[in-house]
């Protein structure tokens, strides 16, 4: 083979990458649940980028909903009020529209920022090892012991009732669980004859981390991120329903809160449409989840 | 033995992490206002106050101060409760009793209902009862506890009046002994069945919502561990013996299915207590859910700090129960760190 | 039919449904088992026969199986037939483990490991010997609860057995009793030095052999007259397999059990198998007497196994191996399997499916080269080298 030859043989390593991503993503779409719940996704981020074009943003603070005293309590459909208002003539599509922005930031950040924690303690615990690994993984422990919303409510509490400190608690809260998933998937790795053989090479460690364990251990993480993206709005829902966000939020929880009194009353619209935004919200993510979950790791089958 | 030696280790390590979390509860008291606050009673004078300062050494150093309050936690005294007016140690047994009991009764709901619906998912895969089970998993794990409550509890209790809120009626309570705290409990031991009546009637209906999460994620493991089992050599064997269809499904397949779904048991207990937090405010259950969040609202942080240590430890020992249950059912297990 | 049969397997046809397609896993199979009598049922993984041993049992799950066509008669002692395809449920399940057995080709996996293995085997004998396990343990059957009967039969409920156990605690012990004698008994039978230690013991804490001793035991343990053993050395060690053959044997000698005897070993059908069926992609393509069939093997795809067996002196370099690979199952066309593997191979081998040919003595083959044209009404040209023609005989 002459040298001319050669470049068109060689398909680099980068492509190889790409076409085994699109081959993933096709068998992934193959499930119908799963473009559902893409779909839901798609129309959630639509909801959230758009929102001051679906509708008015309130001022001075768009996260609270406009009060139209005029309307207050009343029925979907009726004064101009698609999804009804609620006792204060909150308009309950808005909080809606509004509350998704909110569910987006929070799912975002949180996961975002505990994944890259995690990772990044979880893989100092694997890759030095023993005294190290060992302090931090008791850490984890200690971390584990407490039930996630409990410790995510007292850190809550103790920080004062806000949207931020909700996500400043579940951040905290959160990141050991990955850490947890990267340091084991590391040392599975890490005892993989793919890796031995690198070491013989004489590649460093940090590349042997870049090339061979970081893309493998990835998986679980992907997994449980789409999950997380989920869960955690639950959770904060969760939070601020019993009352850690501040009053009057636009936040789903909060309105399901709010509407509490009017449902016993025979007004079900606020709790009810808020409810059914986070029940959307957490389906969406699941059915992903899990359709990545069949693809990526068949061997916890769900079929 | 080395299944042994793995859980001897976990129960020395128990107290260990304990001490961590007191750890973690300690640094979170240090930004509420007064670090003496939890301690503090509303009609102290400002002497008392000055003299409790001094006993919590204030001015030391934080590790010993830490000491201090460690002490302070293994004499009992957890400081004073602001929405119950009392000291801590005086209401919080009765508050564990009155969760465990709607703990207790959702997960054996969520046990019961979970396997039933999981083994008939598995034995008829692919076809209706399993997608129905499939369905009813996903939604399970994706509403929201509190919502659900509120969704069970305008047909329930408004419209029917079938299920009334709290715990007991105070009548019917009060006529009985408490010696296990227990209601459902109490009242069989004391052979009053308008008690037990008045008892199951209050615990139903948040037992079922608590434990409805609880019942999604069991399902959907019982399904996939008895489709697996149902897959075996052994089932096949057992039908070659001869065995009806049902003693295969119950005692080969189900008997094996069972084990890994242990393990989703103890994790489902975690979903209890947080659950519990939601559900005891619905349905005014007198329980620590009930008790924290009107704490979080009147900013009683002895309260909650107290909370998260008993929700911790009862968290810690279940699920060291759990697997040691887990370790007796499944000979072949080998543990690991 | 001959008058002294046993087992008749007619025409009988097994398909898989699978989304890509349909499987005619066995096709048209059909042979007879005498009493006592020893068939080996050999061919490659993936040939049917398996599939065709599971059927006898009626084991093969429908969906994504079915029985297509064909009929499995068992003869009754009272000379009647019952057709295990198509009986009722009940009657199948009171000729399984009963009447006929099967002992499955990996013990561990065949084994539950949730139970002891004595347990296990006790669960025969509650199911096809309850009154005699009742009469040995001195309860009258008219006088045994529902409970007792379910002890007996391994199937009691934790609660229940507890509550009996405590209320009538002579009767159980003396059921519980009888029951381990037996299975103690069953479990001497097959060689075990000690049967009660086994007994208690789980499959995980037994070795391989001790396993399929246990299993054995568990299917000749109410005497039925036809085994079906499924590869049953093939997950052993070389040293261990020799054994439980001959422990095999032995049983079979003194209680006059037929054998039906999967395997793809063919080196193993000389010692032990009185006759043998050869099979490949879902069809017998050849049966007889094992020494006429192993001597002087009239089809093509019987000769090349043969050849393929590695002898003492077969030269270096010299190893043969059948050209090709079995056909896929799914839509396959309607002529001979072997036709695209087979030196032979002519156009009406391509075109139709030939079928067992008797060539004397009970040996028969299907394959064209021992029919004649006028035979099949083809033209002399389409048909494959005749047989006689190379000198191949039948004895």
């Given amino acids: ?303 | ?337 | 039919m001959s008058d002294n049969w046993l087992l008749s397997v007619e025409n009988l046809g097994v398909r898989f449904h699978s989304p890509r397609g349909t499987s005619q896993a066995v096709d048209g199979v059909s042979f007879e088992m005498k009493p006592h009598e020893t068939l080996a049922l050999v061919g490659e993984t993936g040939c049917g026969k398996s599939v065709t041993a599971r059927s006898i049992l009626r084991l093969v799950a429908e969906p994504p199986g079915e029985y297509s066509s064909g009929s499995i008669q068992l003869r009754n002692e009272d000379g009647s037939t019952t057709d295990i395809l198509s009986a009722p449920e009940k009657v199948v399940r009171s000729i399984r483990g009963n009447r006929i057995s099967m002992i499955f080709q990996d013990p561990g996996k065949a084994l539950n490991p949730a139970l002891t293995v004595g347990r296990q085997v006790a669960e025969v004998f509650g199911e096809h010997r309850l009154d005699m396990v009742l009469e040995k343990a001195g309860v009258s059957r008219a006088r045994a609860s529902r409970t007792i009967v379910q002890i007996a039969q391994q199937r009691a409920g934790w609660l229940a057995s507890r509550v009996v156990g405590l209320l009538r605690r002579q009767d159980v012990r003396a059921v519980r009793r009888a029951l381990d004698d037996e299975v103690a008994s069953a479990l001497a039978d097959t060689g075990i030095a000690n049967p009660r230690k086994i007994m208690a013991s789980y499959p995980h804490e037994l070795s391989g052999g001790m396993k399929q001793r246990v299993m054995i035991a568990q299917a000749l343990a109410c005497d039925p007259d036809l085994l079906v053993a499924d590869e049953p050395t093939t997950a052993l060690d070389v040293t261990i397999q020799a054994r439980i053959l001959k422990l095999i044997q032995g049983l079979q000698e003194r209680r006059g059990t037929a054998i039906l005897y999967i395997t793809h070993d063919l080196s193993l059908v000389k010692e032990f198998a009185d006759r043998v069926a050869v099979m490949y992609a879902g069809r017998i393509v050849e049966m007889g007497r094992s020494e006429d069939v192993l001597r002087s093997p009239q089809h093509p795809y019987t000769q090349g196994l043969l050849a393929a067996i590695p002898r003492a002196d077969t030269p270096r370099g010299e190893l043969e191996a059948i050209p090709g690979s079995v056909p896929q199952l799914i839509d396959a066309p309607l002529q001979c399997h072997f036709a695209t593997r087979c030196a032979f191979a002519s156009a009406v081998c391509r075109e139709k499916i030939p079928v067992q040919t008797a060539l004397g003595g009970d040996h028969s083959a299907a394959c064209f080269r021992h029919n004649s044209a006028e035979e099949l009404n083809v033209a002399a040209s389409d048909m494959p080298l005749a047989a006689s023609a190379t000198g191949e005989t039948q004895r």
């Fill in chain 1, 1 to 303: 083979m002459t040298r001319a030859e050669a470049p068109e043989t060689r398909q680099s390593a980068g492509s190889v990458r790409w076409a085994r991503r699109r081959e993933v993503l096709a068998e992934v779409l193959r499930n119908p649940l799963t473009v559902v719940g893409f779909v839901i996704i798609g129309a959630f981020l639509l909801m959230a980028l758009f929102a001051p074009l679906l509708t008015e943003p309130n001022q001075p603070d768009p996260y609270q909903s406009p009060r139209d005293w005029a309307n207050i309590d009343s029925p979907p459909g009726e004064a101009g009020h698609v999804l009804g208002t609620d006792s204060q003539g909150g308009d309950v599509l808005y909080g809606v529209i509004w509350g998704s922005r909110l569910s987006l930031q929070l799912s975002l950040t949180v996961v975002l920022t505990t994944v890259v924690i995690g990772i990044i303690v979880g893989s100092f615990a694997a890759m030095r090892g023993g005294r190290l690994d060992n302090l931090l993984m008791r850490i984890v422990d200690v971390f584990l012991a407490i039930p996630e919303l409990i410790f995510a409510l007292a850190i809550a509490a103790v920080l004062g009732p806000s949207f931020r400190n909700i996500i400043l608690a579940l951040a905290a809260v959160f990141w050991v669980k990955y850490a947890r998933i990267i340091r084991g998937e590391i040392i599975r790795i890490k005892q993989a004859e793919y890796v031995a053989a690198a070491r013989v090479v004489g590649d460093s460690t940090w590349n042997i981390f870049r090339k061979d364990v970081l893309p493998n251990s990835v998986t679980p993480i992907v997994v449980q991120a789409t999950l997380d993206m989920g869960n955690v709005v639950l959770i904060g829902a969760t939070l601020s329903f019993i009352g850690l966000a501040q009053a009057g939020l636009t936040e789903w929880g909060a309105m399901v809160s709010a509407g509490q009194s009017g449902l016993l009353a025979g007004e079900w619209w606020v709790s009810t449409f808020a409810g059914l935004a986070i029940v959307l919200w957490a389906l969406a993510f699941n059915l992903v989840g899990d359709g990545l979950r069949d693809v990526l790791d068949p061997k916890t089958e769900g079929r």
């Fill in chain 2, 1 to 337: 033995m080395q299944v042994r030696d793995y859980l001897i280790r976990r129960l020395i390590l128990l107290p260990f992490i304990m001490l961590g979390v007191s750890v973690i509860v300690f640094t979170l008291t240090r930004f509420t206002g007064s670090p003496v606050g939890i301690y503090a009673t509303p009609n102290m004078t400002p002497d008392e106050v000055a003299a409790l300062e001094a006993r919590y050494l204030l001015d030391q150093p934080i590790p010993v101060q830490y000491a201090a309050w460690l002490g302070g936690l293994l004499r009992g005294d957890l400081g004073w409760s602001g929405v119950s007016v009392a000291p801590v140690t005086e209401v919080i047994g009765d508050k564990i009793t009155a969760t465990l009991e709607l703990a207790i009764a959702a997960g054996l709901i969520a046990i019961m209902a979970g396997v039933a619906l999981g083994t008939i998912a598995g034995v008829r895969r692919n076809r209706g009862p399993d997608h129905a089970a499939r369905l009813f998993s996903i939604l399970g794990a994706s509403t929201p506890t509190f919502w659900f409550g509120l969704l069970l509890l305008v047909p329930f209790y408004l419209w029917l009046d079938w299920f009334p809120l709290g715990r007991s009626t105070t009548e019917i309570f009060a006529g009985i002994d408490h010696p296990t705290g227990l209601y459902t409990i109490d009242a069989i031991l004391a052979g009053s069945p308008e008690a037990l009546w008045d008892a199951v009637r209050h615990l139903i209906l948040p037992a079922v919502v608590l434990g409805f999460g609880a019942m999604a994620i069991i399902v959907r493991m019982m399904r996939s561990s008895m489709v697996e089992a149902m897959s075996e050599e052994y089932v096949d064997a057992a039908r070659a013996k001869g065995l009806p269809e049902r003693v295969v499904i119950r005692r080969h397949a189900r008997r094996n299915a069972f084990v890994p779904t242990t393990t989703v048991i103890g994790l489902s207990f975690g979903f209890l207590l947080q659950g519990s937090v939601a559900v005891e405010l619905i349905f005014r259950w007198p329980g620590l859910g009930q008790w924290v969040t009107s704490a979080i609202l009147s900013g009683d942080q002895a309260t909650i700090m107290a909370y998260v240590l008993i929700t911790a430890a009862i968290f810690m020992v279940v699920n060291l129960a759990v697997d040691i249950a887990y370790a007796y059912l499944d000979r072949r297990v080998v543990l690991g760190g």
